[in-house]
């Protein structure tokens, strides 16, 4: 275990055994102490991570390569996918689970992927706050072991899980999120050969084909620091899917992989306002939500598309003729062009969803 996951691994220790200190931001002698500042959530359960503030550090404009460079990535390691236009990118966890935000920007537009390996989520957030453009970084601090960012615009602490500002000038506010992909890398460039791709040239001295958490993913009862809640439902390191409602922000619903057989599968839920089309596959490790009602009323009804040679991005065909892609955009039809609204959701740990949203309703058809 190297040097960071050992840091982390005394932290969380220390703070499971005494929650009183060091680690915690209500103590003076944390230099990541916020002093007086309010926070939307429970200041005692703050804990600092070890590294310090920017002790992990995000990246900025990484160097991207082409699918054929990447050789340092293996066909079953998960990235991050987002597509702008014609600009295809994979942001893959072996570069995240060492830095956790990358600031990039597509097309002229600022982005930045946050990513916790800790939880197990993976977010696209927009770099405009109110007007202003700005990046984010690692506060180095955690709530129910998730990351939370700050902005270099204002130092305001976000979390993640959340979607808002906890802590700062800007507490409260909630972040705008675009829609992401996490699959493996053999699904997405056999999706999107054309896809560019982080390099692991990043200017930093990181082993990048070494996980830094030892057996963190794949150990059900491990854990480094404490969470409020556990729901023993679904085994808690298991990866799926969140809906967060759209009306309240304070309920979730969870589809499992699982429940997505074969080469592509498609189902139908409601949730909230949400009239849902989910379509992934358990076998190519993928799976999305968008809301199937269309901005003039009409709602789609939907099936799978099959894959006769390789995978491909269309994954949705509808009663009206039109294919949709794993971005939720008509690639066919008469829709072409047009694109689904998408719904807020991403893929993280079980654990991480029951921590941050009590008793989640769970999809069980």
């Keep these: ?114 990513y916790c390996p800790l939880t197990g989520t993976g977010t696209g957030w927009e770099r405009t706050l109110n007007g202003k453009v700005t990046t984010f970084g690692v506060s180095g601090l955690l709530y129910n072991s998730n990351i939370i960012p700050y902005d270099r615009l204002t130092n305001s602490n976000w979390s993640q899980i959340r979607l808002d500002c906890v802590n700062g000038e800007l507490r409260t506010q909630r972040v705008e999120t675009f829609h992401t992909v996490e699959t493996t890398w053999k699904t997405w460039k056999e999706m999107f050969p054309q896809t560019k791709v982080v390099s692991h040239q990043t200017g930093f001295s990181r082993n990048y084909n070494n996980y830094p958490y030892g057996d963190y993913k794949t150990n059900n009862n491990s854990f480094i620091f404490p969470v409020t809640s ?21 309920r979730v619903k969870v589809y499992r992989l699982a429940s997505f057989e074969g080469e592509n599968a498609v189902k139908h839920d409601n949730f909230g306002s949400y009239t849902l089309v989910l379509a992934g596959s358990k076998k190519n ?69 029951g921590a941050f949203y009590p008793n989640p309703e769970i999809f069980e058809r």
């Design 1 to 114: 275990m190297n040097h960071i996951s050992k840091t982390l691994v005394a932290a969380g220790l220390i703070s499971l055994a005494n929650c009183s200190d060091q680690n915690n931001p209500n103590n003076p002698n944390n230099p990541n102490n916020p002093g007086s500042t309010e926070w939307s959530i429970p200041k005692e359960e703050v804990f600092d991570g070890g590294p310090g503030k920017d002790g992990i550090p995000a990246l900025t404009t990484p160097l991207m390569v082409a699918a054929s460079q990447a050789t340092y990535l293996k066909d079953d390691d998960l990235v991050i996918g987002y597509k702008r236009g014609n600009d295809i990118r994979a942001y893959p966890h072996p570069i995240l689970d060492w830095h956790e935000i990358i600031n990039d920007e597509m097309d002229g537009h600022p982005i930045s992927i946050i």
């Design 230 to 250: 556990q729901d023993n439902r679904i085994p808690n390191k298991e990866r799926v899917l969140g809906v967060i409602s759209a009306e309240t922000k304070d």
């Design 285 to 353: 490790n993928f799976l999305v939500a968008f809301d199937r009602t269309l901005t003039n009323g009409t709602i789609l009804t939907f099936s799978p598309t099959s894959f006769s040679q390789g995978l491909s991005p269309v994954i949705l065909s509808d009663t009206e003729g039109n294919t949709w892609n794993v971005f939720g955009e008509a690639v066919s039809g008469p829709r072409t062009g047009q694109k689904l609204k998408p719904v807020i959701s991403f893929i993280g740990y079980w654990f991480s969803w």
